[in-house]
C-alpha cells in the first residue's frame, strides 16, 4: 500500500526565534539563525547568522558567520566572516575572510588563515614582473 521511499532527509535550519532565550552546546549539520539569545558554545557545519535582534554569548565554530547583531565570545571560520553594519563581535576571531561593513564594530584580534592551495590574486603577475624588471636593469647597466 505505502511504497518504500527513502529519499535522504532534508537538512532543516535552525531558528532560535525573538523572545526566545536558549543555553547550552549546540552541534548542526544545517545553518542555525538566532534572533533570540542563545549562550553556550555552537559547532555547525553550514552558516551561523545571528540577526540584528539576535544575543549570543557563544564561542562559535563554523563554515561562515554572519553578524547582524551582537556576539559576545569566540568565533572560528574557515569560510567568511561578516559583520554588518548594526553588528558588534566582543571577541577574538579565526577566519579565511573578513568582510566588515561600515557601522560594523569588532572588538577582538582577528587572525586571517589561508589554506595551503589558496594563492593571493596578482601573486604570479607580480613575480613575472620583477623577474622582467631585474632583466631590464641588467640590460642597461651592460648597455651603460
Known amino acids: 500500500m505505502f511504497k518504500d521511499n527513502k ?21 548542526s549539520e ?9 549562550w553556550g558554545d555552537i559547532e555547525c557545519r553550514s552558516e551561523v547568522i545571528v ?9 562559535i565554530t563554523a563554515s561562515d558567520v554572519t553578524i547582524a547583531g551582537k556576539i559576545y565570545g569566540d568565533i572560528a571560520t574557515k569560510g567568511r566572516l561578516t559583520i554588518t553594519a548594526t553588528g558588534q563581535l566582543h571577541g577574538n576571531a579565526t577566519v579565511g575572510m573578513l568582510l566588515i561593513q561600515e557601522g560594523g564594530q569588532l572588538n577582538g584580534t582577528c587572525r586571517m588563515e589561508r589554506t595551503a592551495d589558496a594563492k593571493p590574486r596578482g601573486s604570479a603577475g607580480t613575480e613575472s614582473q620583477q623577474s622582467k624588471d631585474g632583466a631590464n636593469k641588467e640590460k642597461a647597466l651592460q648597455a651603460g
Open 7 to 27: 529519499r535522504p532527509a532534508a537538512k532543516t535550519d535552525t531558528l532560535i526565534g525573538q523572545g526566545t532565550h536558549m543555553e547550552g552546546k549546540m552541534i
Open 30 to 38: 544545517a545553518g542555525i539563525r538566532i534572533e533570540g539569545e542563545y
Open 51 to 59: 540577526g540584528e535582534c539576535g544575543i549570543a554569548k557563544s564561542s
